[in-house]
């Protein structure tokens, strides 16, 4: 017996597969940009990745009389928060936040460059690959996640030194120092660092983080914050600036 009249469209269809069609990351990311036409516009482009669009935006902008530096704070810091915020809902992925970052950092230089003002960091933060490890694409994220939420990074590079590591701490001041670490032989130069910055007196969260290293592991030293995903970076400096403990912050990051 054959049924003509029943539409094979609507068979073993999964009950979201209609929403997940409806909403694509375009149409996510458009509900949370900015109303403001102007900063709209450079929050699209930062979205899409592209550096032309973000400066072309800009500079329509400033010749509307908008200020250079407050761009990066009203335009540019808007859009990469929807990167951010749908890179953490899982719509979109790391290759998308890594365009957008460019973009936005480009961006920044040229605000920078129309104007005489300085732009106020949030903070420093110093991020390093551990001694021995020569893979930096995580350290790379964790820098670019940093600089598009508005801090001021000290990038040690890849195969840093412990000493190195504790000298660029005592140098910089930084509110926070990020570690990465994809080979298992060695994530324990963390250890090493956590236990040097303790004798000099250096009581700045380390927050690590990469394919070798797991929270049972960080949780062991004293400093250590454990980072899952690169995104983390940002959201334990600002934490940081308002005022969490090192105890603090492994009480909301660490899974219990």
Known sequence: MTRLDIDPSEILVRYNVKLEKAMTPEDAA???????????????????????????????????????????DD???VGMKVVTDLYDQGTIFLPNVMMSADAM???????????????????????????????????????????????EVVDLGRDVPVDEVIDAVKAEK???????ALM??????????????????????????GGAVNQDFVSTYELG????????APKIADKILAGSSISALKEEFHKH
Do not use: W
């Open 30 to 72: 458009a509900e949370l940009y900015p109303k403001d036409a102007l900063f709209r516009e450079i929050a699209v482009a930062i979205f899409d990745g592209e550096e032309d669009d973000v400066i072309e935006g800009l500079e329509k902008a400033i010749k509307a009389g908008k200020n250079p530096i407050a761009l990066i």
């Open 75 to 77: 335009a540019l810091m």
């Open 105 to 151: 950092l480009d961006g920044i230089e040229f605000c920078k460059s129309q104007s005489d003002e300085t732009p106020v960091s949030k903070g420093k933060v110093v991020c390093h690959v551990a001694e021995g490890d020569v893979h930096d694409i995580g350290k790379s994220i964790v820098a670019a996640l940093l600089r598009a939420n508005g801090y």
């Open 174 to 180: 930084p509110i926070l120092l990020t570690g990465t």
């Open 184 to 209: 298992t032989t060695t994530m324990y130069a963390f250890k090493a660092v956590n236990d040097r910055l303790l004798e000099a007196g250096l009581n700045v969260p380390f927050a690590c983080g």
């Open 225 to 232: 914050i454990y980072g899952e995903e690169a995104a983390d």
